[in-house]
């Protein structure tokens, strides 16, 4: 997944760590949180006014320890489906040697201002279709059996 999509650099804060001496887990997802932020900032810049947003699920697999560095992680970001209402992010977390730490893949929904699921407009659906990736390579997907 790495080979594809948009990179953001993000620094850690001291703060993010925990009593293990690693980034706390809960600091990995608001990682992918920020990252999604930036993605929007940057694929839609003004014409995102007027689009309204749900996250509906996120799923993330912590795959190696990231432990706190003064240089920036780096999270890859793409789309990895599209459907009526939604579409899905997908996420790469690298530390800075470019260890994958953690995958992702967040689940979001056109609203209405009404707070109803919405068609994706054409303009957003074009500007997603060109920043599609490939599917995020979890281990093991919920519901799979040994």
């Given at each position: 997944m790495s080979d594809s999509g948009d990179v953001f650099e993000i620094h850690l804060r001291w703060g993010d760590m925990d009593a293990l001496g690693h980034i706390n887990n809960?600091?990995?997802?608001?990682?992918?949180?920020?990252?999604?932020?930036?993605?929007?900032?940057?694929?839609?810049?003004?014409?995102?006014?007027?689009?309204?947003?749900?996250v509906a699920r996120q799923e993330i697999e912590y795959v190696s320890i990231l432990h706190y560095s003064t240089d920036p992680v780096r999270i890859v970001c793409s789309i990895s489906a599209v459907g009526r209402s939604s579409f899905e992010f997908g996420y790469e977390l690298l530390d800075p040697k470019g260890t994958v730490c953690a995958l992702a893949e967040t689940t979001v929904v056109i609203m209405t201002a009404e707070g109803k699921p919405a068609p994706i407009p054409d303009e957003v659906r074009t500007i997603l279709a060109d920043h599609r990736g490939g599917p995020v390579p979890f281990r093991r997907r919920r519901g799979a059996t040994d």
């Amino acid at each position: 997944m790495s080979d594809s999509g948009d990179v953001f650099e993000i620094h850690l804060r001291w703060g993010d760590m925990d009593a293990l001496g690693h980034i706390n887990n809960v600091q990995i997802a608001r990682l992918f949180e920020q990252a999604r932020v930036e993605c929007f900032n940057r694929w839609f810049g003004n014409a995102r006014r007027g689009i309204h947003l749900l996250v509906a699920r996120q799923e993330i697999e912590y795959v190696s320890i990231l432990h706190y560095s003064t240089d920036p992680v780096r999270i890859v970001c793409s789309i990895s489906a599209v459907g009526r209402s939604s579409f899905e992010f997908g996420y790469e977390l690298l530390d800075p040697k470019g260890t994958v730490c953690a995958l992702a893949e967040t689940t979001v929904v056109i609203m209405t201002a009404e707070g109803k699921p919405a068609p994706i407009p054409d303009e957003v659906r074009t500007i997603l279709a060109d920043h599609r990736g490939g599917p995020v390579p979890f281990r093991r997907r919920r519901g799979a059996t040994d």
